[in-house]
């Protein structure tokens, strides 16, 4: 059973940047179509990238050109780069498999992305 722990969340201002990273803890992660999903306050979770086993990617229109998702599928990592954050980027951060292709991990704890304005 593959387990995730999300990291390097944080508090910046408005313009700033941060890099999350996913690590994967047993399975057999390169053969896994990965995402980056995020949860506001009395908000839906919501798909933010995804990536898939031979690192083509996607992204929700409202982080196209901010954010890059990326693998490291030796490191059995992912990262999510976050360039030009915004106050509405404020949510905490998941990393699971792509829900549009296979069913989703139980959740871990994810990590706190708050960006001041």
């Known amino acids: 059973q593959v387990q995730l722990e999300e990291s390097g969340g944080g508090l910046v201002h408005a313009g700033g940047s941060l890099r999350l990273s996913c690590q994967s803890f047993g399975g057999i992660f390169d053969i896994l179509d990965m995402a980056w999903y995020r949860q506001a306050p009395g908000k839906q979770r919501e798909l933010v990238a995804t990536i898939t086993m031979r690192g083509d990617t996607s992204y929700v229109d409202s982080v196209k050109g901010r954010f890059t998702i990326s693998r490291d599928n030796v490191q059995n990592a992912m990262y999510l780069q976050m360039n030009s954050l915004k106050p509405e980027d404020t949510a905490v951060y998941y990393c699971?498999?792509?829900?549009?292709?296979?069913?989703?991990?139980?959740w871990g704890q994810g990590t706190q992305v708050t960006v001041s304005s």
């Open positions: 699971n498999l792509d829900q549009r292709v296979a069913t989703v991990l139980r």
